[in-house]
Each structure stands twice: as structure tokens, then as C-alpha cells.
């Protein structure tokens, strides 16, 4: 079995993010959703709430699973018997941050780092930017999953 990784905070889960985990599950045999769950970073979810709602927008995607995980991502992805991480890349500037990541993870563990570059419907959408447009009274219900958008505009009218 081919088991692969795609990492990230998802703070919050966008329908980018979706779109290459649904990408990577037709490449292997499972893919692991793992959500960092570094508590000293501020997010607008924890971790938990993080998990719940990757849980619930995944739930429809035969092969994947949601897990969380703390410290050195390569290490936790040779526990969980990966063989790759699949990240998705909007532009030259995210090939430019992935890549020295991806050296070193090959170099530590031997993890390969497949990037899948992003569908252009997404290409401009990010958690930071959906929280920012959100939390100045814009609709952004066209870029994350309805279980988010709900979540995030209760999590915002709370603020």
C-alpha cells in the first residue's frame, strides 16, 4: 500500500485544500490528512476544532483519513508508513518554500515531496486571506466548504 501525507494548519479548510487532497487520493492507496497541531501558533481554531471540520469536509473521500500531529513532519510520516507528502503550490513562491523543504526531508528520512500545482479556480485562495476577507463582512462562502463557513462566521461574530 501506498500511503501518502498532505500537511498543513488548515485554520480554516478551504475547497484548495480539498481539491488536492481529493488530487492525492486518486494517486494512492490512502492519504492522510494530518493537521499540525503546534500549540505555541495562533490559530482562529484549535486544533481540535481543526480536526472536526477536516473530518466532516472529508468525510466523502473514500482513502483518506484526518490526523494530527506535533513535531518534525518527515519523522511523523515514516511512523504513519508514508511513503510521500503531497503539498499544493499556487505559484513560483510556494515552489520556492516548498523545495528546501523537501530536500531536507528526503535528506532526513528519505520522504519524497510530490507538489501538485493548484486548480486555477483556487489558485488565489488561501486560509489567511479567507479569514481576512471574512472578517471584514465578505462572502467567502464560494471558497471553503459549508461546514466551515458556518463555523467561521460563528467563530467571528463571537470576536
Do not use: I, Y
Not at 494548519?9 to 481529493?22: E, I, K
Not at 481540535?48 to 477536516?54: N, T, V, W
Not at 458556518?150 to 467571528?156: D, F, K, N
Amino acid at each position: 500500500m501506498h500511503r501518502a501525507v498532505v500537511p498543513g494548519s488548515f485554520d480554516p479548510v478551504t475547497l484548495g485544500h480539498l481539491d488536492v487532497v481529493r488530487r492525492a487520493a486518486r494517486l494512492f492507496d490512502e492519504v492522510v490528512v494530518a493537521v499540525g497541531t503546534n500549540p505555541s501558533k495562533n490559530r482562529l481554531f484549535t486544533p481540535e476544532e481543526r480536526l472536526e471540520l477536516l473530518a466532516a469536509a472529508c468525510a466523502d473521500l473514500p482513502g483518506v483519513r484526518v490526523a494530527g500531529f506535533t513535531g518534525l513532519l518527515a519523522d511523523w510520516c515514516v511512523e504513519q508508513g508514508a511513503v510521500a507528502v503531497v503539498k499544493g503550490v499556487r505559484g513560483a513562491a510556494d515552489v520556492g518554500h516548498e523545495e528546501p523543504m523537501a530536500h531536507m526531508n528526503a535528506h532526513l528520512t528519505g520522504l519524497e515531496t510530490v507538489l501538485l500545482p493548484a486548480d486555477p479556480r483556487w489558485a488565489f485562495v488561501s486560509s489567511s486571506l479567507v479569514k481576512e476577507v471574512a472578517a471584514g463582512g465578505g462572502d467567502v462562502s464560494a471558497f471553503v466548504p459549508e461546514v466551515v463557513h458556518a463555523a467561521l462566521l460563528s467563530r467571528l461574530a463571537e470576536r
